[in-house]
């Protein structure tokens, strides 16, 4: 029998907690980032966009590929509706916090996936440095946080719809996951089980997945990547991606630097 066990569901209460919570457990939970017409606005926005080759959006249907999943790169370029998810309240100012001030984003994604979606193996996004595991207990190092990933869920989850699944504190394993692998240091992987608007905040390294989708429902999420202002952005068609003029319009000055509308500084 599979025992799942669910994510505790602790939202920290100020700044400095979250910070900890992110170097302790390599994740924070945010309650209600979101609120109903902002779910149901994502929702929308994830389902009509229409896939782009070029931007190499992600198109699968149930007919040719066995299960429906639609992946908008760089979703902020295709409206100016996106850009009040840029700078959230609540999430922004950890953003910063971890990242910087000057820091801006990755990439923003919008996902739809429908039944059939198969389960993904455990894997870290990026791990910048490698590392006897050892070090991670040597107060000395301060290891930055390169890169974050803000998961908003449009749906309230459930095993069934295919919740990521994280190891907390598997970011101190200074290593990517051995195949096969299920736990770290006797830690099992657990359920985010959380509600529509709410958000997980993860960096780059730890140990997550996501898991299939068993439903009759389709699973929306909204992901959006931060990183230090040094960290190359993500935006294909890489040297041909061109910035949709209306979204700069309609820009503010935060946002503008979000999307990398930096001040000169060292390589510039």
Not at 130 to 151: K, N
Request: charged share 20%; hydrophobic share 35%; aromatic share 8%.
């Amino acid at each position: 029998m599979n025992i799942t066990t669910a994510i505790p569901l602790v939202a920290h209460g100020n700044l400095e907690q979250k910070t900890e919570a992110m170097e302790r457990d390599g994740f924070v939970y945010l309650p209600n980032i979101l609120n109903p017409d902002e779910v149901a606005e994502l929702r929308q926005l994830s389902v009509q966009l229409e896939p782009s080759a070029e931007a190499l959006d992600t198109d699968l249907t149930l007919e040719r590929d066995g299960h429906f999943q639609r992946c908008i790169n760089a979703a902020f370029n295709r409206d100016p509706l996106f850009l009040k998810y840029l700078d959230k309240p609540g999430l922004i100012e950890l953003a910063e916090a971890v990242h910087g001030a000057d820091c801006h984003i990755v990439s923003m994604h919008t996902w739809a996936v429908g039944p059939g979606r198969p389960d993904q193996h455990l894997h870290t996004d990026w791990l910048p440095a490698s590392m006897p595991e050892e070090l991670w207990a040597d107060p000395r190092l301060q290891l930055p946080i390169y890169i974050t990933t803000a998961h908003f869920y449009l749906d309230d989850m459930t095993e069934a719809l295919g919740p990521t699944k994280i190891i907390p504190g598997s970011h101190r394993s200074g290593r990517a996951n051995r195949k096969h692998e299920t736990d770290w240091n006797g830690i099992k992987e657990q359920s985010f089980l959380g509600k529509a608007g709410d958000c997980i905040f993860f960096r780059s390294e730890i140990w997550h997945r996501g898991a299939a989708n068993v439903s009759d429902q389709i699973r929306h999420t909204f992901m959006v990547h931060y990183s230090h202002r040094m960290i190359t952005q993500k935006f294909p068609p890489y040297l041909h991606f061109q910035y949709n003029p209306d979204v700069l319009a309609a820009a503010s000055p935060r946002q503008l630097r979000l999307l990398g509308g930096h001040n000169p500084g060292p390589y510039d």
